[in-house]
């Protein structure tokens, strides 16, 4: 199901308040304000919680209005998924990692990584809802593999000058690395509060996260250096 209207700008950074959006005359802030609240309803009640009324009332919209924009409300959800891994990529196209030794190179975008993600814990439980739906809904998009390719080229050309200057392993494979360096990053916010709770220990302080950090990046570099060659 392709979801209607042109693609806009929404954000998927730091959460707005309760209070209701402003009405605006303006269509395409319109169709944004409508993304963003969407974002937070789909994040935290998942695609079969979240309720147009709602999303409408808190707009100052209407339900026709949003289905005008969006076509029904799997497309407002297909939009906003499109919307969150759009505003994430968008993000780290502002990452310039190519002047850097491959290590330090690698010890950057790891870096960046998890702090996206510790920003973006909206991102992290609309991905975590799809999973539920066996990614129904992303298959529908022709827009979010596009959007992806970036991510993975980054990662190609790190580990391309790594093997060159022999300062990584000759089998690192740089879909399988972007694999890890997500599940380590992504870990950390999807599991902070059942760990936190099961392990009793802290994955909330920023002292916590510091060493968090540094833990995952030393992993991820671990398992590039040649002493880690896969046979």
């Known amino acids: ?95 310039n990692v190519d002047h850097l030794s491959p290590e330090q190179a690698l010890r950057e975008l790891v870096g960046f990584t998890f702090d996206r993600h510790q920003q973006n814990p909206d991102f992290v439980r609309l991905v975590m809802n799809e999973n539920l739906h066996s990614g129904k809904y992303i298959a529908q998009s022709a827009n979010i593999p596009t959007l992806n390719v970036p991510a993975i080229d980054t990662v190609r050309r790190i580990v391309e000058h790594g093997k060159k200057s022999r300062a990584f392993r000759q089998d690192v494979d740089p879909t399988d690395l972007h694999m890890t360096i997500s599940a380590l990053c992504f870990y950390s916010v999807s599991n902070r509060h059942t760990f936190s709770t099961i392990f009793k220990v802290d994955m909330t302080s920023a002292k916590a996260l510091a060493a968090r950090k540094r833990s995952v990046i030393a992993t991820v570099l671990a398992a590039v250096r040649p002493s880690r060659e896969i046979r």
């Open 1 to 95: 199901m392709k979801c209607a209207g042109r693609n806009a700008p929404a954000g998927n950074g730091e959460r707005a308040t309760g209070a209701k959006t402003p009405r605006s005359n303006d269509p395409e802030q319109t169709r944004r304000d409508i993304l963003t609240v969407a974002t937070q309803e789909f994040a935290d009640k998942g695609l079969s919680g979240a309720r147009i009324d709602e999303i409408a009332a808190r707009t100052r919209t209407s339900k026709r209005m949003i289905y005008y924009y969006f076509g029904s409300k799997e497309g407002l959800y297909i939009s906003v998924l499109e919307e969150a891994y759009r505003t994430i990529r968008n993000i780290e196209r502002d990452v």
